[in-house]
């Protein structure tokens, strides 16, 4: 008597085995994963509001460096407004280092959005040259009409 065995790649509770882009997606989140683990950042860091957000984002790190540099040269300014150089500074070289990798992150999310859309673009071409689609019919002329009657005119004198 012959046993029966679930197909190669499927799990004997009937699942389907993950396909090889699954796979791959799932090491790349893993790394992606990984390397945000790795990132320095507050262990539980507050999220921003919408007005924090646009303030840092709408102030050029010029700014920040010429007020780091204005704190260091005018040291009793920076002294009675307790400004911390230091942090400053750190800000500037987070901001100069990491934004790179933020670009290159957005153009990663970029290219991978448009591959998949080439992908789905070819699919969904297909999938729709399998259902037939209603041929819209050729219009019919309408019938001639009559023309209108005359209508009689008046002679105008001169």
């Not at 190669?8 to 390397?35: E, F, M, N, V, Y």
């Not at 790795?38 to 507050?46: G, R």
């Amino acid at each position: 008597m012959a046993t029966t065995s679930p197909p190669t790649g499927t799990p004997a509770t009937g699942t389907p085995a993950a396909s090889p882009q699954t796979l791959d997606a799932q090491d790349k989140i893993a790394r992606l994963r990984a390397i945000a683990n790795d990132f320095p950042d507050d262990v539980e860091p507050k999220p921003l509001t919408q007005a924090e957000r646009q303030l840092a984002s709408r102030t050029p790190i010029v700014f920040v460096e010429k007020a780091a540099i204005f704190a260091e040269a005018a040291p009793n300014i920076g002294v009675a407004l307790s400004v911390d150089t230091a942090s400053l500074r750190d800000a500037i070289a987070s901001d100069l280092a990491y934004g790179g990798v933020v670009d290159e992150t957005r153009t990663l999310t970029s290219r991978m959005e448009a591959a998949n859309l080439r992908k789905k673009l070819k699919a969904v071409k297909v999938a729709r040259g399998i259902y037939p689609r209603k041929k819209k019919a050729a219009p019919t002329e309408p019938p001639p009409t009559a023309p209108p009657p005359a209508v009689p005119t008046i002679p105008q004198q001169k």
